[in-house]
């Protein structure tokens, strides 16, 4: 616990001005703190707080100054407990200035950070050593990259590949396109010039022919197994891995209206790739050159039930085979049929250069099919064309485009994890690895694992070959934090994580399953086993459980308790102001309450707010006890849950949305209404819109009247 409290109040910024700093100082006496500054202070001052710090003159710091979000490498001190109160931003930029209810606010808030602040503890690294060691699993354009990038910044590589070779379908291709402006920049793949790269460094092993088939650990620490076609087992220890299976077809039967698999002469792209690598470009029921070639996009409305996305891949792969028909047979003509052509960024130039080909046609159609005369002779129909209701074209060759699959294991997870939440990686509604796609695209929900490729989302080699690269630097950086101990994305750098008073586990094992990360296990006997590195340091696990057990050094219950009783809740006249307390996540709901202020926009003062790592580490006792302690209502600020959620601890506020039907419960036995408890979803960007937002609550509030628990 912080013993010795220092206050630190800075009166730069207009907070002298609008406060009486005088007052807020006696605050802080009266929770038997010693006020060491008051005056305007920024960054020189954090050398005094050091001194003081580093002195033994104070154990913990209050600083009542500008948001936490500011500065925060500035008044960092590892050694001491550090709380920051946002007198700046949430105060008196969004406030007016010398109003009571201003002051009372700051007061408030400063009280609240004193009781936090008593209650907390410093975090202690728990510095471990970490192998230097990526594996990387597959081979293709992504893993390649991924393992070359890794072993060129001086780890070493475990390179494990089911196929007899390196390159994936990479190594199976004619050409590739690039980002250039015309297709005759393109050269041949890549990929057998990376290949001999990875070859050629020491620090690499390769197993080919081979698969994992257990991995246990933590990030730093991997332990896995690898079994090879001949039986025999591999055991390494790996600090981060990169998952980069690629992709796989769409299975034959799915394009059967096509006529894939029943007539000869329809391919699918990948087998006309192959036809181009051998020099010819023929018909397979008769192996005649063909003259005539359509390529058919698969991408209507019948197809979404098989494969419900698309994007780029499909589009760029068709133009490009069209050219091999043109540069195989320079009196050939290609046809393309689509729905929706997609060459997005300076694939728009390699779309131009194709479309000036006079021997190459576009055709767009809302639906097209293949027919097949009596004769055996192939047709290709589109409806809804731009050039009438419908054209039909005789061809001698129909190609398909391939849809990718994400290669994950369809019999077997490709990493076959010995994790209590399963042996593969979560996976999206579309089967791709997981991941929160706009803020940590490579991330998957298991900490030190990170999905690159075709694994991750439907993409081309130059952006496989990126994806590669990025996933060895976060794995790079994942080895780097295991070592010290602190945490990965996106409290990185967070030293605390959750501890466990067991004497009063009652093994319901919710935290084990509503973690997000898989980072709990289970013992013998029930109770929660925690793999620190793989913890974001969330505490989702905190607010999963009904006994209040879970709890870190500087985040706990009994602090969020103590902030919420730190308020003072006024009880008269008859009609005494609102109190509220908002919940906010520290990852949106908080930065837009800053981004608001600093607009210097402006919202109610009854508000009190606590930020919070998640929402979904609000235990419902602490809605529950601002109530009882008279708050009149309860706001909880997070994320918009949903298939296209973008939570950054992944189903946080999923997760608290079924937890408000316990609230409101608990809200009906007190005799309470379930509207002072309501839930709001904030984005980042709606920091324009949160004032309103909060004052439509506060509106709703005080048409109920004061919370009849006052005073109790």
């Known amino acids: 616990m912080a013993g010795k409290l220092g206050v630190y109040l800075c009166a730069g910024c207009g907070i002298g001005e609008a406060l009486d700093l005088g007052q807020l100082a006696k605050t802080a006496e009266g929770a038997g703190a010693s006020v060491r500054r008051s005056h305007a202070f920024c960054l020189e001052d954090a050398a005094l707080i050091r001194a003081d710090v580093e002195g033994g003159t104070v154990n913990g710091a209050v600083i009542a100054a500008c948001s936490p979000r500011v500065n925060r490498d500035v008044f960092r001190f590892p050694e001491a407990v550090v709380e920051r109160v946002n007198l700046r931003e949430q105060v008196v930029w969004s406030h007016p200035p010398g109003a009571g209810e201003t002051q009372s606010m700051a007061g408030d808030l400063l009280a609240m950070g004193l009781a936090c602040a008593a209650r907390a503890e410093a975090p202690k690294a728990r510095a471990q050593a970490a192998e230097r060691n990526v594996l990387v699993v597959g081979a293709g354009m992504a893993g390649v990259s991924a393992a070359l990038s890794a072993a060129r910044s001086g780890l070493a590589v475990t390179l494990v590949e089911r196929e007899e070779r390196l390159g994936g379908y990479a190594a199976r291709l004619y050409r590739q396109f690039g980002e250039v402006a015309s297709f005759a920049g393109a050269e041949m793949p890549a990929i057998e010039e990376k290949s001999a790269a990875l070859a050629a460094l020491a620090n690499v092993t390769v197993h080919l022919r081979s698969r994992v088939v257990e991995i246990a650990g933590e990030p730093g620490r991997f332990k896995v197994r690898i079994a090879a076609a001949d039986g025999t087992e591999r055991e390494a220890i790996a600090g981060a891995i990169v998952l980069a299976t690629g992709w796989r077809p769409l299975e034959t039967a799915k394009y059967a209206r096509y ?52 994007g780029s891949v499909a589009s760029l792969v068709a133009l490009k085979q069209a050219l091999y028909v043109r540069l195989l047979n ?16 300076r694939y728009e130039y390699f779309y131009e250069s194709v479309q000036a080909d006079p021997g190459v046609m576009l055709c767009q159609g809302a639906s097209v099919a293949v027919k097949r005369r009596e004769d055996g002779a192939l047709v290709v129909a589109a409806e809804g064309t731009p050039l009438g209701p419908s054209v039909e074209l005789p061809v001698d060759l129909v190609v398909l485009s391939a849809g990718m699959v994400p290669e994950l294991g369809a019999a077997e997870p490709a990493l076959n994890l010995r994790y209590l939440q399963g042996k593969g990686v979560p996976v999206s509604k579309f089967g791709f690895a997981e991941s929160n796609f706009i803020c940590f695209p490579y991330e998957s929900r298991r ?28 794995a790079i950086q994942a080895i780097e934090r295991s070592a010290t101990g602190e945490a990965l ?224």
């Open 447 to 474: 900490s030190g694992i990170y999905a690159a490729g075709a694994v991750r989302q439907a993409m081309d080699l130059a952006a496989a070959e990126r994806d590669g690269r990025a996933a060895a630097l976060k």
């Open 489 to 712: 994305h996106p409290r990185s750098g967070d030293l605390s994580f959750p501890g466990f008073f067991l004497q009063k586990c009652t093994s319901c094992g919710r935290c084990t399953q509503e973690c997000p990360f898989g980072a709990l296990e289970l013992n013998e006997r029930k109770n929660p086993v925690l793999n620190v590195n793989r913890c974001r340091r969330c505490g989702i696990c905190m607010g999963a459980c009904p006994v209040q057990i879970i709890s870190f050094s500087n985040y706990s219950v009994d602090m969020l308790s103590a902030m919420i009783r730190a308020v003072e809740i006024p009880e008269a006249p008859a009609d005494p102001p609102p109190r509220i307390l908002v919940f906010a996540c520290e990852n949106d709901a908080y930065p837009a309450l800053d981004m608001a202020g600093l607009r210097r926009l402006h919202w109610s003062a009854a508000l009190r707010i606590i930020p919070v790592r998640c929402l979904g580490s609000v235990n419902s006792i602490l809605v529950t006890d601002a109530v009882s302690r008279g708050f009149d209502g309860v706001a909880l600020l997070g994320c918009r849950p949903g298939e296209d959620y973008q939570c950054h601890f992944i189903q946080g506020s999923e997760l608290l949305g079924t937890r408000m039907v316990n609230m409101r419960e608990t809200l009906g036995r007190l005799m309470l209404e379930p509207e002072r408890v309501s839930v709001l979803e904030v984005a980042i960007s709606d920091f324009d819109k949160l004032p309103a937002m909060l004052e439509e609550f506060v509106d709703t509030v005080q048409q109920l009247g004061p919370n009849p628990m006052k005073g109790f």
């Open 330 to 345: 320079p009196h050939a003509t290609a046809f393309i049929f689509y729905g929706d052509l997609q060459t997005p960024g």
């Open 259 to 310: 006529g894939l698999g029943s007539a000869p002469d329809v391919v699918t792209s990948l087998e006309l790739e192959e036809m181009a690598r051998h020099g010819t470009i023929v018909r397979p029921s008769d192996g005649r050159p063909a003259g005539r070639v359509a390529f058919v996009l698969c991408d209507g409305h019948e197809d979404d039930a098989h494969l419900p996305y698309g």
